[in-house]
Antibody
Framework: QVQVVESGGGVVQPGRSLKLSCAAF????????MHWVRQAPGEGLEWVAV????????HYADSVKGRFTISRDSSKNTLYLEVNSLRDEDTAVYYC?????????????WGQGTVVTVSS | QAGLTQPPSVSKDLRQTATLTCTGN????????AAWLQQHQGHPPKLLSY???TRPSGISERFSASRSGNTASLTITGLQPEDEADYYC???????????FGGGTKLTVL
């Protein structure tokens, strides 16, 4: 069964760091563009970052550029998001998302999410 | 980063038809279309249509997506209670190298 499972969230003080993980099952993560999308409490979806097939082409939302780093370990079939210099507004559910390669694309596989709470 | 514009809420009667809209620009919706997602409270989003308007396997034919210029639309026919959810459009902005989401439309089935 094709699925992704996130982990690594928690409660963290402003300015601190976390590393989120996303284990992929039923498909090879490096064959797809993989994303992180977040959703603050009661708010809509916000795209955070993408890593493309080649593993070196990466892009970030302006709100996280310079603070967050997306990466992957193909040997572990796992995606990561290193989140640094955390701010109150980074509090959200962080979803790991697979992008479809067919039909023009779209976010076709979502995990259950991992919760990051930034609080002093 | 500029986003996509969706009406915050739409209300329709049971068994009626709802059309949700998503307005972008020539770099987003106008360039490669928009994908649509459905999210029920407390659950992750689910893909309803790819950017080219086709449906993933298992998605009901009651959901159909289309595009005219810079505006994408999702039409839901024969509304059912389980269609009550938040709906999001998403599109890639090539010049910005970023994905965009609309603010979401909360669909209420009366």
């Amino acid at each position: 069964q094709v699925q992704v499972v996130e982990s690594g969230g928690g409660v963290v003080q402003p300015g601190r760091s976390l590393k989120l993980s996303c284990a992929a099952f039923g498909f090879t993560l490096s064959n797809y563009a993989m994303h992180w999308v977040r959703q603050a409490p009661g708010e809509g979806l916000e795209w955070v970052a993408v890593i493309f097939f080649d593993g070196t082409n990466k892009h970030y939302a302006d709100s996280v550029k310079g603070r967050f780093t997306i990466s992957r370990d193909s040997s572990k079939n796992t995606l990561y998001l290193e989140v640094n210099s955390l701010r109150d507004e980074d509090t959200a559910v962080y979803y790991c998302v697979k992008e479809a390669t067919t039909s023009g694309g779209g976010f076709d596989i979502w995990g259950q999410g991992t919760v990051v709470t930034v609080s002093s | 980063q500029a986003g996509l514009t969706q009406p915050p809420s739409v209300s329709k009667d049971l068994r009626q038809t709802a059309t949700l809209t998503c307005t972008g620009n020539s770099n987003t919706v106008g360039a490669q279309g928009a994908a649509w997602l459905q999210q029920h409270q407390g659950h992750p989003p689910k893909l309803l249509s790819y950017r080219d308007g086709t449906r993933p396997s298992g998605i009901s034919e009651r959901f159909s997506a289309s595009r005219s210029g810079n505006t994408a639309s999702l039409t839901i026919t024969g509304l059912q209670p389980e269609d009550e959810a938040d709906y999001y459009c998403s599109a890639w902005d090539g010049p910005l190298s970023a994905w965009m989401f609309g603010g979401g439309t909360k669909l209420t089935v009366l």
